[in-house]
Nanobody, 118 residues
Framework: QVQLVESGGGLVQPGGSLRLSCAAS??????????MGWYRQAPGKERELVAT????????AYAESVKGRFTISRHNAKNTVYLQMNSLKPEDTAVYLC?????????WGQGTQVTVSS
């Protein structure tokens, strides 16, 4: 069974940085075909894609609003995906959710709150 566990959210001032982690289990991180990414949902707003990658192709995609500020990466040995968020803005405040699409099914983590405020 695929499981995703996020960590790393918190409160940060505008202009600050945070790194989110998503530890995955239940599939072969190195050899399976899958996509993984981060979404976010702010109160009263729809869930939106933040960043994603496809394996093994290595294709990356980012929302326009985070390009140049956020970076998605992975550590194969740790079965972990990261989202490095720099130059954070108040409008980045949301619950951030890790997603994996593997073996034709969508899987979600429980979410981690990111609040950008002075």
């Amino acid at each position: 069974q695929v499981q995703l566990v996020e960590s790393g959210g918190g409160l940060v001032q505008p202009g600050g940085s945070l790194r989110l982690s998503c530890a995955a289990s239940g599939f072969n991180f190195t050899f399976d075909s899958y996509s993984m990414g981060w979404y976010r949902q702010a109160p009263g707003k729809e869930r939106e894609l933040v960043a994603t990658f496809r394996s093994p192709a290595g294709t990356l995609a980012y929302a326009e609003s985070v390009k140049g500020r956020f970076t998605i990466s992975r550590h194969n040995a740790k079965n972990t995906v990261y989202l490095q968020m720099n130059s954070l803005k108040p409008e980045d405040t949301a619950v951030y959710l890790c997603n994996a699409f593997v073996r034709q099914f969508d899987y979600w983590g429980q979410g981690t709150q990111v609040t950008v405020s002075s």
